[in-house]
C-alpha cells in the first residue's frame, strides 16, 4: 500500500486544487523535485512550468503554473501559486503572452534584474515545449 | 403654509428620492455579497501566505540573517501612509471614517517630528486629504476603471509600494482601511505593511526546520513581495465589502427617512385639502345665506 499525503493547490482568488495524492513533482527554482509522503519539512520557490501529481490512480493530473511557493510540514503540502491552469487546458498562447510579457520586461530593467528575467524566460520556453 | 400644488411636488420628488435610494440599497446588496464570496475565496491564500512568511521569519531569525524587509520599525523617521478608501461616495462615514483614523495618526507622526508621506488608493480619500496635506502626497491609484479587484491590481500596488522602499523614500508603511466585522459594522483600522515584524506573528511551527530552496534570503526576497501583493489584496477586498455593507445601510436608512417624510407630507397634504374644501363649503354657505 502507498501512502498518501494532504495536497493544497491555492492561487490567489481560488482553490485550485485539494485532496488526498501519492506524489507531487514540482517544477523547484533550483531544479525539480518528487514529493512523497513522509517528506522532510521544506520550503521552496517554485518557476514556472508544470505541476504534476497522481492520485492513486494510474492517470497524472497536470497544472501550468506561472511561479509560487511551496510548504512541506508534517505531510502537508501546500502550494501558493500566482497562477494555475489545468494542464489540459493549457493554451500555448497563455505562455506566450507570458514570454512576451516578460521580454517587455527585460527591455526596461538593468542588467541585475535581467538574469533573474532571463532565467525566467528559459524556464517559459521550457514548458512551452512540454505544452 | 405651502399651497397644495406645492406639496404634491413636494411629495412627489421625495417618492422618486426613495425608488433611487432603495434601488440603491438592492444593489449595494448584491455587490456586497459578491465581495464577500471573493474575500472568502482569497482567504485560504492569505492565511498560508502569513504562515509561510512566519516559518521564515522565524528561521531566518535564528541564523540572524539581515533583510532589508524585515524589522520592527522602531526608531524609524520617514512614514508612509497608504489610505485606501472607496471611488464613490453615498456610503455613509465609510470614507471620512478612514480618513479621519488617517488624520488622527498623521497629526500623532508629525507631533513626533517623523516625515510624513501619503499614498492614496481611491477618488475619495484623495479629495478629503487634498485640503489639508496636499505637499505630503506622493501617489494616487485610480481604482475607477476597476470594477473588480483583481491580484493584479494587488500586485501592481504592491510593486509600487516595494520600489519606493528600495529607493528610500520611507522606512516604515501602514495602510488604513475599514475592516469588515459584519454587515452593519465596519471598523477602521491601519495595518502596517513594511517592514514585516515577526515579533507579532507567532510561528506555528518555529521548532521544526526546514530545508530551503534555495536559501532563505532568497526564498524571502521572492515571497515578501508576494506577501504584501497579498495582504493588500485582502485588504482592498475588506474595504470593498465594507463599502458595500455601509453604502446598503446607508441608503436603508435613506429609504426609511424618505418614507416618513412622505408621511408627513401626506398628512400635511390631506389637511391643507380638508382646509380647503371647508372653505369652499363656508364660501357657499355664507353666500346662500345672503341672497
Known sequence: ?131 | MPSLKDLKIRIDSVKSTRKITKAMQMVAAAKLRKAQESAERGRPYAEKMRDIVSNLASSVKNIAGDNKFLGDGSDCKKFLLIVATAERGLCGGFNSSIVKLAKSRIAELTSQNKEVKILTIGKKGREQLNREFESLFIGHVDLSNEKNITIDTARKISMDIISRFEDGEYEVAEIFYNKFASVISQIPSSYKLLPVSFSEKEADASNVSFNFEPDEDEILSEIIPKSIATSIFSVLQENAASEQGSRMAAMDNATRNAGEMIDKLTIDFNRSRQAAITNELIEIISGAEAL
Open chain 1, 1 to 131: 500500500m502507498t501512502n498518501k499525503f494532504e495536497l493544497s493547490i491555492i492561487s490567489a482568488d481560488s482553490k485550485v486544487f485539494e485532496g488526498k495524492v501519492e506524489n507531487i513533482l514540482v517544477p523547484g527554482m533550483v531544479g525539480d523535485f518528487l514529493v512523497l509522503s513522509n517528506h522532510a519539512p521544506c520550503i521552496s520557490s517554485i518557476r514556472p512550468g508544470f505541476l504534476e501529481f497522481s492520485e492513486g490512480t494510474s492517470d497524472k493530473k497536470r497544472y501550468f503554473v506561472s511561479g509560487g511557493i511551496i510548504e512541506v510540514i508534517n505531510n502537508m503540502v501546500s502550494v501558493l501559486v500566482d497562477s494555475a491552469v489545468a494542464g489540459d487546458k493549457v493554451v500555448e498562447g497563455d505562455i506566450t503572452n507570458l514570454i512576451s510579457e516578460v521580454n517587455d520586461r527585460l527591455s526596461a530593467v538593468d542588467t541585475v534584474n535581467k538574469d533573474d528575467l532571463g532565467l525566467r524566460k528559459n524556464d517559459l520556453e521550457e514548458a512551452l515545449k512540454q505544452a
